[in-house]
C-alpha cells in the first residue's frame, strides 16, 4: 500500500513496498551512501563493487534476521525511486532501521517529510521512535532538530562510532 506525503510546492512523495524488482536500485543507493568511504581507499572498481556487493548482502540478511516484519519501503519522488524507509515496528518501539536518499535528493526536505511523517504515527501509536547513526553523519542535526534525543550509553560504549537515538511521544491525555 502506497502513502503520499507533500513537499512545499506540491512535490510529492510516496512510499510503496520494495519488491525484489528493485533489488538493482536498492544495491546502487547503498552503494552511494558509501561512496566517499570507499573513494578514500584508492581500490579500482572492480574491487570497490565487489566489497560493495558483500557488505550490501551481509546487512540485507542481518537486518532481514533481526527486523522479519519489517515495513521496507522504497521512497519515490515524482514517481521515481530516490530512497528507502525501513521501518520495523512492534507495541513498545518503532525503530527506522534504515532510511537512505540518494546524495542528489537529500538536503531538499524529503527525509524531514519522511521522518515527520513516520514520527506523526508512533506519536498517534503512542510509541517512541528509535534510530541509530554514525556520530558524525551530517543527519544527525535532522533527527536532533526533529526532536530525537541521543540515548544515554555505558561508559564502555562511549567511544562507539553510532549513537543511539530516541523520539518520545508526549504523554496521551485523558
Known amino acids: 500500500m502506497a502513502r503520499r506525503a507533500m513537499l512545499p510546492g506540491t512535490v510529492s512523495i510516496d512510499l510503496r513496498a520494495a519488491t525484489a524488482s528493485d533489488e538493482p536500485f536498492l544495491f546502487a543507493l547503498y552503494a552511494s551512501t558509501r561512496q566517499a568511504e570507499l573513494a578514500a581507499w584508492g581500490w579500482a572498481p572492480a574491487q570497490r563493487d565487489a566489497f560493495l556487493r558483500m557488505q550490501w548482502m551481509a546487512q540485507s540478511h542481518d537486518w532481514a534476521a533481526r527486523h522479519p ?14 530512497g528507502r524507509l525501513l ?87 485523558g
Open 87 to 173: 521501518l520495523a515496528k512492534d507495541a513498545a518501539e518503532w525503530r527506522v532501521v534504515d532510511i537512505a536518499l540518494l546524495p542528489e535528493h537529500q538536503g531538499g526536505g524529503v527525509g524531514t517529510r519522511l521522518l515527520t511523517q513516520v514520527r506523526d504515527e508512533a506519536a498517534k501509536a503512542g510509541v517512541p521512535l528509535r534510530l541509530r547513526v554514525l556520530r558524525t553523519n551530517p543527519a544527525r542535526r535532522l533527527y536532533e532538530r526533529l526532536g530525537f534525543q541521543v540515548d544515554a550509553a555505558p561508559p564502555e560504549e562511549a567511544a562507539a562510532p553510532y549513537v543511539s537515538m530516541t523520539w518520545t511521544p508526549a504523554p496521551r491525555q
Open 69 to 82: 516484519r519489517a515495513d521496507h519501503q522504497v521512497v519515490c519522488l515524482q514517481g521515481q525511486p530516490v
